[in-house]
């Protein structure tokens, strides 16, 4: 450790001695030749940003010698990337082509940071505004807008990401910069996230072993999250929300400013639903949930140096439901239900060198999960209290209250992972980046059951990628050899049941990737990639001897479990116009000892029993799309996405939990400034699954739907208060469907049905 530190310090003082320069220019309209006010210029090579004033003008201040990318992009304007040499003697003059393609942003995920037109992956991202607008409830019913984005659901406060087919620990989740570990192995285990504070959202769909390691088998979910004040200024926003069918609310707030070197921001979010109710106007018992969450960052820079310290509280309560019983509006969770403490804290630091650049992130997690079973014997005394009026309901919050404190299941994980990238000095028309990851983890139980025992694990990395670039041709390509150990202690007694042995097992393997990304006109692209992943088998696969209540199944662990691993071939064309864009990727995922549930045909202590077990398996299909954005009718788009997954094992079965075809339409209206509101909108949208045929040994078809949606909303001025307004009703048609990733599907329970949502937002 002491030579790490040593040669940290010698790489700050060999590289941060450089002469600094000043950087300025201008940005003008193409058409008109005016400035163009409020652009974003970005360094990605420095993470620093800046935008025009009132007169187009922008410039940077201490920046080494070097070569550069500034990524420009304005609305209603072409992003486009800009390389200069500087030192540069003159003004950078930039001109922007007016554009209804919608304006581009950095991908982050992404080791080198570009614009996504620039990016040899295809990176789907997309801004929480945009996913709240549709009126989904959390997080990851938002993302099921994306194309090849799923998501599986227990009830409408428990929903995990599906990418392409796969999810779990197959999708690795980062948040704050950091990978989110949450028990996230369970199908009932929510994401345990919240959107507010949350900027934006990218997902990498497909292997991402190179840049994240085990566990981003199937794809990455990286949140973003919200961005500080500018440089001298202060802002406050408040937020309210209305859900109609769950007469569910949230209440949002939060404050950020900014100075020269200092930058500080705390949000603060409560939500609290009540059952919800299906198609067919019944409430789905113990569907109701609650959450805290609690966001803040500060931020500071001096000299080389840059740090982004960032702390979430995320506090739940989710009923876990189990039929269509007892009718109430009631927010009180009942029995069986969770009880989840998220704390997730990060630091990223960043040094600026001589034309170099090296980055340390480093991670606190802090899971803290608890599960109560249902108590049989008060069954009658909840009917009882729940017939009663307000009074009766403060008895029975007593009652839950009563059993805090006598968790099933309580279990506590605790992370810390750390990821340290040196961008070395660019070498002509190549970028490269060395690094190392790693991760010590240990879960310990503190209740009367488990679900995985007690246990230590390590995981350390190390990687190489490179990026060569030139106008019209990018590859980038990279390898990477990963260690995970994991440790477990035994549990129980020899020849008892529920006894589960010790678990020593040290898991390896070697990954790469390598892409293309040829323009064959301005308008035409092609992407080509190919990548490994891998994935280290979980606790839960190895060790399990016992009912998990939250599935109804007893689970049998698997200790000779070998890696998952996988190779994937994607293949993305991609055509835009100032009137049009259409684009179509096809992929071929093909995994070697694929991990999953198998049953037995036994039954003990009334639950089926299912064992984990291993077989090759495939996924393929793709997605395809158009928008048309026929000029000068700006204000119109009409957008249509399909998607398609298959996933089979070697043996011929399908593989379970795999999403149906669907396709979405959009009709979208963008007026600008109409009615008296500023940035106004409106959307109507049809959403089509297919039936879902292709099914497990243990699964049933599901039938096909189609869902209505809409919405409209808009700004205004109310002195120095924005007001912003927003209204969107999700299965407008109040249809009775069931969807294939729905947990619930085996208790004959319907999705949800119709529901509108309201907010209001004013910001100062």
């Known amino acids: 450790m002491k030579n790490l530190y040593l040669l940290l310090f010698l790489a700050v003082t060999t590289f941060s001695y450089g002469q600094k320069n ?97 990016n040899v992956m295809k990176v789907e991202r997309a801004t929480l505004e945009a996913l709240n607008r549709t009126g989904a409830i959390n997080i990851t019913e938002g993302l099921s807008q994306l194309a090849g984005v799923d998501n599986i659901t227990t009830g409408s406060g428990i929903g995990k990401p599906v990418i392409r087919g796969l999810s779990s620990n197959r999708v690795l989740v980062y948040t704050q910069g950091v990978r989110l570990e949450n ?19 990218e997902v990498i769909k497909g292997p ?48 950020k400013s900014s100075g020269e070197n200092l930058q500080f921001l705390i949000r603060g979010n409560y939500e609290a639903h009540s059952d919800y109710q299906t198609g067919s106007d019944q409430r789905v018992t113990n569907t109701r949930f609650n959450e805290w969450d609690l966001k803040t960052g500060l931020g500071f820079k001096q000299g080389i140096y840059r740090a982004d310290l960032r702390y979430n509280l995320n506090a739940s309560r989710t009923g876990i439901p189990e039929e269509i019983g007892l009718q109430s509006l009631s927010k009180d969770v009942i029995e069986p239900y969770q009880q989840v403490q998220n704390h997730v804290l990060s630091l990223d630091n960043k040094f600026y060198f001589n034309n170099s650049r090296l980055d340390v992130k480093l991670g606190y997690l802090f899971n803290d999960r608890k ?3 249902e108590h049989h014997e008060h069954e009658h005394e909840h009917e009882e209290e729940h017939e009663e009026e307000h009074e009766e309901d403060e008895e029975h919050e007593d009652h839950e209250e009563a059993h805090g404190a006598e968790a099933a299941l309580d279990t506590h994980l605790e992370t810390m992972n750390y990821d340290a990238k040196y961008h070395l000095p660019g070498m002509g028309n190549f970028e490269t980046i060395v690094g ?11 209740g009367e059951e488990i679900l995985i025992p007690d246990a230590f694990t390590r995981d350390f990395g190390i990687l190489a990628t490179t990026h060569f670039h030139r106008k019209k041709l990018d590859i980038q390509a990279g390898l990477r050899y990963d260690n995970r150990l994991i440790d477990s202690e035994s549990y129980g007694l020899i020849g008892e049941e529920g006894y589960i042995p010790n678990v020593n097992r040290a898991f390896n393997s070697y990954n790469g990737a390598f892409g293309i990304k040829y323009n064959f006109t301005p308008a035409f692209v092609t ?23 939250g599935t109804n199944r007893y689970e049998i662990g698997n200790p000779d479990l070998q890696n998952e691993q996988n190779y994937q071939l994607d293949l993305a064309l991609e055509y835009r116009n100032e009137h049009f864009e259409a684009f179509t990727n096809a992929y071929y995922n093909s995994i070697s000892n694929y991990i999953y549930l198998n049953p037995t045909g036994e039954i003990i202590d009334e639950n089926p029993v299912f064992q984990y077990v291993q077989n090759n398996a495939e996924l393929y299909g793709g997605e395809a799309g158009l928008h048309i954005h026929p000029h000068p009718l700006d204000w119109l788009h009409i957008e249509s996405t399909y998607e398609l997954v298959i996933g089979k094992q070697e043996n011929g079965n399908y593989l379970p939990l795999i999403p149906a075809q669907s396709i979405l339409n959009t ?98």
């Open 527 to 549: 992407r080509v990639n190919i990548a490994t992943g891998f994935r280290a088998p979980n606790l839960a696969e190895l060790t399990s001897n016992g009912s998990h209540h």
């Open 436 to 446: 190392v990851q790693g991760m010590f983890q240990t879960n310990t139980n503190l």
């Open 667 to 764: 009709l979208r209206f963008e007026f600008g400034e109409e009615f008296m509101l500023t940035d106004s909108y409106s959307f109507i949208s049809v959403k089509s699954v297919f039936q879902q045929n292709n099914v497990s040994a243990f699964e049933t078809e599901t039938g096909a739907y189609s869902l209505l949606n809409a919405g409209l909303g808009g700004s205004f001025d109310l002195g120095d208060t924005e007001i912003e307004l927003s209204l969107s009703g999700k299965n407008l048609l109040d249809k009775v469907y069931t969807s294939h990733l729905s947990r619930l599907k085996y208790d004959g329970i319907p999705n949800m049905g119709r529901n509108l949502t309201f907010g209001i937002k004013a910001k100062l």
């Open 208 to 255: 991402a072993s190179l840049l994240y390691g085990s566990d981003a088998l199937g794809g990455v979910l990286y949140l973003n999250p919200e961005s500080y004040a500018l440089a001298g200024q202060r802002n406050l926003d408040a937020k309210l929300l209305y859900y109609s069918n769950t007469e569910g609310f949230g209440a949002n707030t939060g404050f």
């Open 183 to 201: 028990q996230q192995f369970g199908d009932e285990h929510g994401l345990g996230v919240n959107s507010s504070g949350i900027q934006s959202v």
């Open 371 to 373: 599960e109560f079973e």
């Open 22 to 118: 000043s950087v300025y220019g201008k940005i003008t309209d193409e058409s008109t030749g005016e400035p163009v006010v409020g652009a974003t210029i970005f360094i990605a090579k420095l993470d620093r940003g800046t935008i025009t004033d009132f007169e187009g003008n922008f410039n940077f201040s201490n920046i080494s010698s070097g070569r550069y990318d500034l990524l420009i992009s304005s609305l209603g304007y072409a992003s486009q990337t800009h390389s200069i040499n500087i030192p540069v003697e003159e003004s950078v003059q930039i001109i922007l082509s007016p554009s209804a393609i919608e304006m581009e942003e950095v991908i982050i995920s992404t080791p080198f940071h570009q614009l996504q037109s620039d």
